[in-house]
Structures are given as structure tokens and as C-alpha cells.
């Protein structure tokens, strides 16, 4: 409760408080929050405060940039990655369903029910493995092909808006950093 000039407590005017504190971030609201209620916890929420950041700054990223370039093709973000993997791999453009797990991170029944769709809007198709026959992999179409590839330059633009508040140095500073937080977390993790 605030205080008011008198010393009696009266309830904010606003729900979340002084609505100067609405233009903060919601890691620095949350910081300030835990510092106010566990003060012997205030020197300890930068890493609080950076995740906090970098979850943020990844939901407004894909929210707000990246999903609307996928739906301007008529794509969700899941399908985006399966056929960009896909080109990315170059020719001949086909990858075992494991190859496409790992490389875009989703689960394997996501990725069936993904290749699935995409096999139905003619976008890939199920080959024959050329070295396994009990084996298939996942082809990108020339629909599938062309589809990304005229897309991708308005993708690039729309990466570019995602982060122009930050100048070419400082994207690089900051891609350099979260290599290397990602890095660490995932050594430590393995031992």
C-alpha cells in the first residue's frame, strides 16, 4: 500500500501501482518488486532480470516480426523451420526425419505431424533413403523450394527491423555474448 503525505496507507491508484513504473520492462518491474519484498535477495537479481529479458525480448521478437512473415506465406512457425532447414541443407534439399529433429529442436511427433501438413500442401515429400530402404526422408518440393526462397529476403527485412534499435556493432556484441552465454550453459549442463 502507498503511503500518503499523512502517513496512512491508502491503495495505489493504479492496479500495478505509480504508472510511471508501467514504462519500465517487466524484468526491471519484477527486480524491484523482489527487492522491495526479500531485500536480502536485491544484490542477487541481475541473472534474474536477464533471463527475464531474454524471454521477453524472444516474445516480441517472433510475435511481433518473425510469425506475421511466416503467415504472409501462409505458414506457422514450426513449418517455417521445417523448410528452411531444408533449404539451408542445400541440394539435393532432403534430410532424414532425424537429421530434421535435431536441427530444428521440436519433437518428434511435432515433426510428423508437421511434415504431415507440409506433405499435404505440397511442400515436401516422403522419399526413399538412398542408402537405407527400410528408411524415408523428407524432400522439399520445387513448391516448397520456391516458396521459401522468394520469402526470405522479406524475412531478412523483417530480422532487420526486429533489432535496428540496437547499431550493427552492438547486434554483433550482443549475438557474440548470448553465443557465449548459451555456450557456457550448455557445458555446464554436461558435466
Not at 527475464?52 to 514450426?78: C, F, H, W
Not at 520456391?146 to 554483433?172: C, F, R, T, W
Request: net charge neutral; proline share 6%.
Amino acid at each position: 500500500m502507498a503511503r500518503s503525505p499523512n502517513g496512512s496507507s491508502k491503495a495505489p491508484d493504479n492496479l500495478f501501482g505509480d504508472p510511471k513504473d508501467l514504462l519500465i520492462d517487466r524484468a526491471e518491474r519484477a527486480r524491484r518488486q523482489w527487492q522491495k519484498e526479500m531485500p536480502e535477495v536485491a544484490d542477487e537479481l541481475i541473472p534474474m532480470v536477464l533471463l527475464g529479458r531474454l524471454n521477453e525480448a524472444a516474445q516480441v521478437m517472433s510475435r511481433d516480426y518473425l510469425v506475421p512473415a511466416y503467415a504472409e506465406i501462409g505458414l506457422k512457425t514450426g513449418e517455417f523451420d521445417v523448410l528452411a532447414t531444408l533449404v539451408r541443407s542445400g541440394p539435393p534439399y532432403k534430410l532424414t526425419p532425424t537429421e530434421l529433429y535435431r536441427s530444428t529442436m521440436m519433437s518428434s511427433g511435432g515433426m510428423t505431424a508437421r511434415v504431415d501438413k507440409l506433405e499435404r500442401a505440397d511442400l515436401v515429400e516422403r522419399c526413399p533413403h538412398p542408402e537405407d530402404r527400410r528408411a524415408l526422408t523428407v524432400c522439399l518440393t520445387e513448391k516448397g523450394l520456391k516458396l521459401i526462397k522468394d520469402m526470405i529476403p522479406d524475412y531478412v527485412k523483417a530480422q532487420h527491423q526486429a533489432i535496428n534499435g540496437l547499431s550493427n556493432g552492438e547486434q554483433s556484441q550482443l549475438a557474440n555474448l548470448l553465443e557465449k552465454l548459451i555456450r557456457s550453459a550448455a557445458e555446464k549442463k554436461a558435466l
